[in-house]
């Protein structure tokens, strides 16, 4: 399938996750690529400053110093975590990176990633994160 016709079948509505969220119109296939993940290129001073002054928390790593800023983008800015993900980001190029499916994905379902920095473990609210937390109280 054609990233460009799977990105023009999301759409960013209410999630019963965390504000808005990421929703496909159609059955995506395991290991599709969903979308190019693409936005403003910018250094790791940037990216800092930007999650510091601003409270930008829509900026992915993208390797070396190479962070991209989707705060403008209409639709991948809305991507909410769970650690139970339906989708991954790998590898793309200086300027973008792959939203991927890990398993087919239903019509209407939101997509997920899980964020893999340690501060959101302690704000998810699924089943392991709540029960780890219990467990360090």
């Known amino acids: ?38 936005g403003e290129v910018i250094d790791e ?4 400053r930007r999650e510091d002054e601003e409270n930008n928390v829509y900026i992915f790593y993208n390797g070396d110093d190479n962070y991209i800023d989707v705060a403008n983008t209409e639709v991948i800015r809305y991507i909410n975590h769970e650690c139970n993900c339906n989708c991954y980001v790998d590898d793309g190029d200086e300027t973008s990176l792959l939203l991927c499916a890990a398993r087919d994905i239903q019509v209407g379902e939101e997509l997920t990633i899980d964020y893999g920095y340690e501060e959101i473990y302690d704000l998810c609210s699924c089943e392991e994160c709540s029960a780890n937390r219990k467990e360090k109280e």
């Not at 054609?2 to 990421?22: C, F, P, R, W």
């Open 1 to 38: 399938m054609n990233s460009e016709y799977l990105e023009e079948q999301l759409e960013a509505k209410d999630s019963s996750i965390h504000g808005m969220g990421v929703f496909t119109k159609i059955l995506i296939p395991q290991d599709s690529v969903i979308m190019r993940i693409t």
């Open 45 to 48: 001073d940037e990216c800092c």
